[in-house]
């Protein structure tokens, strides 16, 4: 990661949150959030109906995220081409989108936008309601890497391998909840 980019943590059992600095204009990063094929460039895409009680759709497409040939590992390959969709509980253009996750059962994540200069913005992803450290790993290896990809692709930087960021993302979640 860049060094002029602040990356903040906190990892429980309960929660998650990251904070990042992204080197883009507020309205650029909103776009990556809710423009299906931007998003789908660092997270995953999908039909979006941007308002309150809308849609935020999910499609696995891991493969796609890293510039080199990439194979997803074969715990995550049973979910390629995986779609669904979750419930869009908050949205504040171009500063707030806050949705479901597993339509709840897995809680709720918040993603809040802040302008701090003309061509930077911080990011703050927090997932709340997590059901314990398995959560905690999972999500926090998967939210680790995805805002690392993110990172990267509004700077212009390639993406050689997703799924060594998310190895990275996941050994700092284990080492975060002690698993």
């Given at each position: 990661m860049a060094e002029d980019t602040l990356v903040a943590d906190t990892i429980t059992p309960q929660m998650l949150r990251?904070?990042?600095?992204?080197?883009?204009?507020?309205?650029?990063?909103?776009?990556?959030?809710?423009?299906?094929?931007?998003?789908?460039r660092w997270f995953m895409g999908g039909p979006t109906d941007p308002c309150v009680g809308g849609k935020l759709g999910m499609t696995f497409a891991h493969q796609n995220l890293s510039d080199g040939d990439v194979p997803n590992p074969e715990r995550y390959a049973?979910?390629?081409?995986?779609?669904?969709?979750?419930?869009?509980?908050?949205?504040?253009?171009?500063?707030?989108?806050?949705?479901?996750?597993?339509?709840?059962?897995?809680?709720?994540?918040k993603i809040e936008l802040f302008a701090f200069a003309p061509d930077r913005t911080r990011l703050v992803l927090t997932h709340s309601r997590l059901r314990g450290a398995a959560d905690a790993r999972s999500f926090g290896g998967g939210w680790g890497a995805h805002l690392e990809v993110l990172q990267k692709r509004l700077a212009g930087e390639r993406v050689e391998n997703f799924w060594d960021l998310h190895a990275?993302?996941?050994?700092?979640a284990i080492d975060a909840v002690g698993l």
């Open positions: 990251f904070e990042r600095d992204l080197a883009a204009p507020i309205e650029t990063v909103w776009q990556y959030l809710v423009d299906p094929e931007l998003r789908a049973k979910n390629q081409g995986k779609s669904w969709s979750e419930d869009i509980l908050q949205i504040e253009p171009p500063h707030l989108l806050a949705f479901t996750w597993d339509n709840g059962e897995a809680g709720e994540v990275e993302a996941e050994k700092r």
